[in-house]
């Protein structure tokens, strides 16, 4: 089973996985971008870029990250349970400009149809976004601002809509304000069922 967590930074995916990991020892955890030898290049590039580039070059180059990752990673493992910090929802979510039949079709290629079963959708209001973007150094992306975030977390929304209609995916949305206890164990809870 192919598992996923989504959501905009800092909403706390990266802490439910580290916790996740002690129960779910048999599990592959990976991450997107950046999982592969490849992905950690394409991963600097897109987040540490010293100079602009168009927002197509950043989907072509985020694609060939994913389709790296479903190479290397994904398709070896497909058999087993893969839970994952970021997929192709993010990826059409942040290519927020592209129409979202163009972009299935990218990643369904990019994929090999090989898509998440389950999704874990953390959801976070602009106050606790703000609060938790101040504690960091931020990447060229989250230098874009808080409002930039709200409107990607927006499109994921309207993403998980359109996949559910497209592709069997189970969603499981929770409020990323939750004690990180009440979330993890209704994570649990949503992967073993």
């Not at 790296?68 to 942040?94: F, P, T, V």
Request: hydrophobic share 45%.
């Amino acid at each position: 089973m192919y598992i996923v967590l989504e959501g905009i930074d800092c909403v706390g995916k990266s802490t439910q996985i580290e916790l996740l990991k002690p129960i779910f020892k048999d599990a592959i955890f990976t991450s997107e971008p950046g999982a592969t030898k490849l992905g950690e290049h394409l991963r600097e590039l897109l987040l540490n870029r010293p100079y602009p580039i168009s927002s197509k070059a950043e989907l072509l180059l985020f694609l060939a990250d994913r389709n790296q990752h479903y190479e290397e990673l994904l398709r070896e493992n497909e058999e087993k349970l893969i839970i994952s910090d970021r997929s192709i929802i993010s990826g059409m979510a942040y290519a927020k400009n592209f129409d979202l039949d163009i972009l299935f079709n990218l990643n369904a290629f990019a994929l090999n149809d090989f898509f998440p079963q389950k999704a874990i959708f953390l959801r976070a209001d602009e106050a606790l976004l703000k609060e938790r973007m101040a504690q960091k150094n931020l990447d060229s992306i989250e230098k874009r601002g808080a409002w930039y975030f709200m409107e990607v977390q927006e499109k994921m929304e309207e993403v998980l809509n359109f996949l559910k209609l497209k592709i069997d995916l189970k969603v499981l949305n929770l409020d990323a304000r939750e004690s990180i206890e009440n979330l993890h164990n209704k994570i649990k809870e949503f992967i073993d069922d």
